[in-house]
């Protein structure tokens, strides 16, 4: 059994829903200020990631967009909250394997 993941849906999907379910507005979720990624792959128009996991492998992801090898997570996240208050951290997927 193979689990594709779509990091760049799964990110999009973190980034954008949870500050609209705690009543931000879009114009402050979509502001020139609110830019999520300031270092990965900045000239490319749009940063996709795609994976393929193995029946029982094991992943960690980065939602933070600060990790060093992302998409996956170098625990750069860590450092972030710590010097901003924020409460970010990784999508862990476990392709478990049928029973
Ligand atoms: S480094 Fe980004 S979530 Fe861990």
Not at 24 to 41: G, H, L, P, Q, V
Not at 62 to 89: I, M, Y
């Amino acid at each position: 059994m193979k689990l594709t993941v779509f990091a760049l849906t799964i990110a999009t999907a973190t980034a954008f829903t949870t500050p609209l379910a705690t009543g931000r507005t879009s114009t402050a979720i979509f502001a020139e200020d609110a830019k999520i990624n300031n270092m990965i792959d900045l000239d490319s128009p749009k940063v996709v990631n795609t994976d393929t996991l193995e029946a029982g492998e094991k992943k960690v992801y980065c939602r933070c967009w600060k990790s060093g090898t992302f998409p996956l997570c170098d625990a750069a996240h860590v450092e972030h909250n710590k010097a901003c208050g924020d409460n970010v951290g990784p999508l862990i997927v476990d392709a478990a394997k049928a029973e």
